[in-house]
C-alpha cells in the first residue's frame, strides 16, 4: 500500500490570512499603533518625571491606606532595592506597559463578558475561544504582532492583550451567572429594564468576582510584558534578555527579581482592593 | 360573602407546560392523560392545567399546595417570570399574557410587588435603598421616594433600621425590608411566594399576626403562597388548594376544613390544629331563656329551674347583652324582697364575638361555670357556647 496523505497547508493558510489583514488594514493597524504608543509615552514620561523618592512615597502611602502597615513597609523595602540596583527606569516601562495592557484588555473584555452571561448562544461561542488563546503557547502571539505593528512596544502590548484578556472576560461572565437568581427575579418582579437589571443588580452583586478577573488580567499581563521583551518591548525584559544574551546570571537574578517585586505588589494591592468591596 | 366583591383578577384557563413540545403535552392532556402520563409519553412536565380564579379585591388569598403542586409556577405566572403556556389572566381590564414586552413592564410597575421566600434583599444596598428600589427603576423624584420609603419602613416597624445591610439584620427584619420594599412600591397587588417558610417558627406566627393586622389596614389585595395548610388557614380569607398542578378546592379556611372537596384535601386537613380555626358561630346553640331587666328575681329564678341553668343573661329590649345573673344571688335577692334584678347583674362574664375560635373559647372555660356568650358587633346576644358543644366539634372535625 502506497499512498500519501497530502499536508495540509494550515501554516501557509494562516500567512496568507494575516497577510491579507496586514496589507488591507494597514491604515487600521498604523492609527491603532501611533495612540498605543502616544498612550505608553504619556504614561511613561510622566511616571518618569516624578523623582524617585516621591513615587515610592506615593506607591508606599497607597499600600498603606489600601492595605495596611506590612504591606507599605513591604513596598519601601522592595522598591528601594529596585531603585538601588538601578533597575528604577525599566521598572517603570515595565508598569506602563502592564498598565496599559490591562486597561485595553478590561474595556474590550467586560463587554464581552457582559454579553456571554445574558446570551447563552454568545456563551459557547466564546469559551472555546477562550480555551484556545489561553493554552496556546503565549510565544505564537509574538509573532503576528510584528507584521501588524513592527518590532517594539505597540507588538508587546497586542501580544499581551491577546494573553491577559481571557480571565476577565472568564471572570465577568461568571460573576454574573453566578448572582442568585431569587435576587435576579426580584428585580425583574419590580419591573426592571435589562440595562436597570445589569446596572443596579447585577454588575454590583458581581464585583468581588469581577475584581478577582481583573487581578488575573494583571499578573498575566506582567508575564507577558517580560516575554515581550522578545518583539522589542522594554522594561524588565528585556534586562533579563540582555542577559541571557551575554551569559550574566547575576544581572538576570537582579532584573527577575524585580519582576518578581512588581507582581507581588501588584497582585497584594489589587487584592486588597477586592476585599475592601467586599467588606462594604 | 366573597361573591359580592370585584374581582381584581380574573384567571382563566391557565395552563403551563414546560418543555419544547407544549402542544402536544396539551392536546394530550385534553384526552385525559394525566401529568405523570404525559411526562412518560412526551418528557413534558405539565406544572399548570387548567386553573381558573377570581383574586378579589383587598382580600387575602392564600394558595396552598405540598412541594411539586405548581403554586410557585402560578405565582409566577401572574407576573410573568414565568411564561404561561395558555389561558388568560386579567387585571383591569389588561390580558397580562398577552402583553408587548413594555406594556408588560409597566403592568409589573403598577400591579405587582412580590415578596420571597428567602428575602432576596440586595446585599449591595441598605435597608432604604432595598425599600427604594421599585420607585427608583420607575424614575420617582428622590425626595418622594425617600419619603414613601420612610413610610413603607416604619409601616413594617422597622425606623432606624434605614442605613444598615440586610446582613446586619435577622432573618424577620429581613423579611420586613422584605415587604417594605413591596409595600413602597405602592403596586395594587401584592404577591409573597412562601415569604414566612424560612422564619423559625416564633417569628413566623408574630409575622403572620403582622400580615393580617397589616392587611385589614392597607386592604391591599395580596396573593400569599405557602405549603403550610395552618398558616393558609390562620391568615387567608381564602384559600386554593392545588395539587398536581389542578385546583382541588376553592374556599374559605372553614371550608376547607368542614367540607373537604374530596379525600385528598381531608388527608390533607388531619393534622390541623382545628381547634384554632372552627370558630364560635359553629358551636354556638342559641340560648335556651334569658331574663329581661324588667323582671323581678322571682321570675328569673323561675326562668333558671324550668331550664336548669345556674346562671342567666340579661339583655334589655334589643337584646343587648347586660350581664349575669347566678342563681345563689337571685334566691338571695328574692328572699330579702327586692323586686328588681338591677343591682344583681354581674358584668364579668365570658363574651366573645362569633369569629373566635375554638382555642381560645376552651381556655375559658377554666374561669367560669356560665356558657360562653357569643354577641355581635352591636353587643346583641347571638347565642352562647357551653363547654360540651366546644368538645362536640373539635371531635366531629376530627372525623371529617
Same mark, same amino acid.
Given at each position: /500500500? ?19 489583514l ?8 498604523r492609527?491603532?499603533?501611533r ?13 518618569m ?6 513615587l515610592?512615597?506615593?506607591i ?7 492595605s495596611?502597615?506590612?504591606?507599605a513597609?513591604g513596598?519601601a ?20 506597559l502592564?498598565v ?26 466564546? /469559551? ?16 503576528p ?11 508587546g502590548?497586542?501580544?499581551t ?5 481571557p ?29 436597570q ?18 487581578n488575573?488580567?494583571? /499578573?498575566l499581563s506582567?508575564?507577558?510584558?517580560v516575554?515581550?521583551?522578545?518583539i522589542?518591548a ?29 507582581a507581588m505588589?501588584?497582585?497584594r494591592?489589587?487584592q ?9 | ?12 384557563n ?10 402536544k403535552?396539551?392536546q ?5 392523560l ?12 405539565l ?34 417570570l414565568?411564561e ?17 414586552e ?5 403592568c ?27 420607585l ?25 433600621w ?8 435577622s ?5 420586613r ?19 414566612f ?10 409575622m403572620?399576626q403582622?400580615l393580617?393586622?397589616l392587611?385589614?389596614?392597607m ?27 389542578e ?50 328575681p322571682?321570675?328569673v ?11 342567666i ?46 382555642s ?12 360562653i356568650?357569643?354577641?355581635d ?13 366546644v ?10
Open positions: /500500500m502506497n499512498f500519501e496523505i497530502p499536508r495540509i497547508p494550515l501554516g501557509s493558510w494562516i500567512e496568507s490570512g494575516l497577510n491579507f496586514t496589507t488591507e488594514f494597514s491604515g487600521v493597524t492609527a491603532i499603533s495612540t498605543t504608543q502616544a498612550g505608553i509615552n504619556l504614561l511613561n514620561d510622566g511616571l518625571w516624578l523623582p524617585e523618592w516621591a515610592l512615597g506615593l508606599v502611602l497607597l499600600c498603606w491606606r489600601l495596611g502597615h506590612r504591606l513597609i513596598a523595602l522592595g522598591l528601594a532595592l529596585i531603585w538601588n540596583l538601578g533597575l528604577w527606569n525599566p521598572m517603570i516601562q515595565t508598569l506602563t502592564v496599559i495592557a490591562t486597561l485595553v484588555a478590561v474595556v474590550i473584555a467586560l463587554p464581552l463578558g457582559i454579553l456571554a452571561a445574558v446570551s447563552d448562544r454568545f456563551y459557547r461561542v466564546i /469559551m472555546p475561544v477562550l480555551d484556545f488563546m489561553q493554552t496556546m503557547p503565549a510565544f505564537v502571539y509574538l509573532i504582532a510584528i507584521p501588524f505593528f513592527g518590532i517594539g512596544s505597540v507588538s502590548i497586542f501580544a492583550v491577546i494573553f491577559a484578556m480571565p476577565a472576560i472568564r471572570f465577568t461572565t461568571l460573576g454574573i451567572r453566578q448572582v442568585p437568581t431569587e435576587l435576579v427575579e426580584a428585580a425583574d418582579a419590580f419591573g426592571s429594564t435589562r440595562t437589571k445589569l446596572v443596579k443588580v447585577q454588575l454590583p452583586l458581581s464585583l468581588p468576582t469581577l475584581m478577582g478577573g481583573i488575573q488580567t494583571i /499578573m506582567l508575564s507577558m510584558v516575554i515581550a521583551a522578545m522589542g522594554n522594561g524588565l525584559g528585556s534586562e533579563v534578555w540582555r542577559a541571557i544574551q551575554r551569559l550574566r546570571p547575576g544581572d538576570g537574578f537582579e532584573a527577575g527579581l524585580a519582576v518578581v517585586i512588581m505588589l501588584l497582585d494591592l489589587t486588597s482592593f477586592r476585599g475592601r468591596k467586599r467588606a462594604k | 360573602m366573597t361573591n359580592a366583591q370585584q374581582a381584581k383578577i380574573q384567571v382563566r391557565l395552563s403551563k407546560v414546560f418543555g419544547s413540545d407544549t402542544k403535552a396539551l394530550l392532556r385534553d384526552q385525559g394525566n401529568r405523570s402520563q404525559i411526562l412518560e409519553q412526551t418528557g413534558q412536565t406544572g399548570l392545567s387548567n386553573i381558573d380564579f377570581d383574586v378579589h379585591e383587598g382580600e387575602l388569598l392564600v394558595i396552598m399546595g405540598l412541594s411539586g403542586s405548581g403554586k410557585s409556577t402560578l405565582i409566577r405566572c401572574l407576573n410573568r414565568i404561561p403556556t395558555e389561558g388568560d389572566i386579567i387585571i383591569d381590564g389588561e390580558n397580562i399574557p398577552q402583553l408587548s413594555k406594556a408588560l413592564l409597566q409589573r410597575r403598577k400591579h405587582f410587588s412580590m415578596v420571597f421566600q428567602n428575602f432576596a434583599l440586595f446585599p449591595h444596598r441598605t435597608v432604604r435603598m432595598n425599600a427604594e428600589y421599585g427608583e427603576i420607575r424614575g420617582i423624584p428622590k425626595e418622594e421616594r425617600a419619603k414613601k420609603a420612610a413610610d413603607a419602613l416604619k409601616q413594617v416597624g422597622l425606623e432606624g434605614e442605613d444598615s445591610y440586610p446582613n446586619q439584620l432573618g424577620g427584619m429581613q423579611q425590608v422584605g415587604l417594605a420594599r413591596a409595600l413602597a412600591n405602592d403596586s395594587s397587588v401584592l404577591l409573597m411566594d412562601e415569604a417558610s424560612a422564619l423559625d417558627p416564633l417569628i413566623r406566627r408574630d403572620q403582622e393580617i393586622e392587611q385589614h389596614r386592604q391591599k389585595t395580596t396573593i400569599f403562597i405557602t405549603h403550610d395548610l395552618d398558616e393558609a388557614l390562620n391568615i387567608g380569607d381564602r384559600i386554593i388548594l392545588l395539587r398536581d398542578g385546583v382541588v378546592q376553592i374556599g374559605t379556611p372553614e371550608e376547607i376544613l368542614t367540607s373537604p372537596a374530596d379525600d385528598y384535601v381531608a388527608r390533607f386537613t388531619q393534622g390541623v390544629d382545628r381547634s384554632r380555626v372552627v370558630t364560635a358561630r359553629r358551636a354556638m346553640r342559641p340560648v335556651r331563656a334569658t331574663a329581661r331587666i324588667e323582671d323581678g322571682r321570675t329564678l323561675r326562668k333558671m329551674v324550668e331550664s336548669s341553668l345556674d346562671s343573661y340579661v339583655i334589655d329590649r334589643e337584646r343587648k347583652l347586660l350581664g349575669v345573673v347566678d342563681a345563689e344571688r337571685a334566691d338571695e335577692a328574692a328572699k330579702a324582697g327586692s323586686d328588681s334584678i338591677r343591682e344583681l347583674i354581674d358584668d364579668d362574664y365570658p363574651c366573645v364575638g362569633p369569629d373566635e375560635s375554638l381560645r373559647l376552651y381556655s375559658m372555660f377554666t374561669k367560669r361555670h356560665c356558657p356568650a357569643v354577641v358587633e352591636e353587643q346583641r346576644l347571638l347565642g352562647v357556647v357551653v363547654k360540651g358543644a368538645l362536640e366539634q373539635l371531635a366531629t372535625a376530627g372525623e371529617a
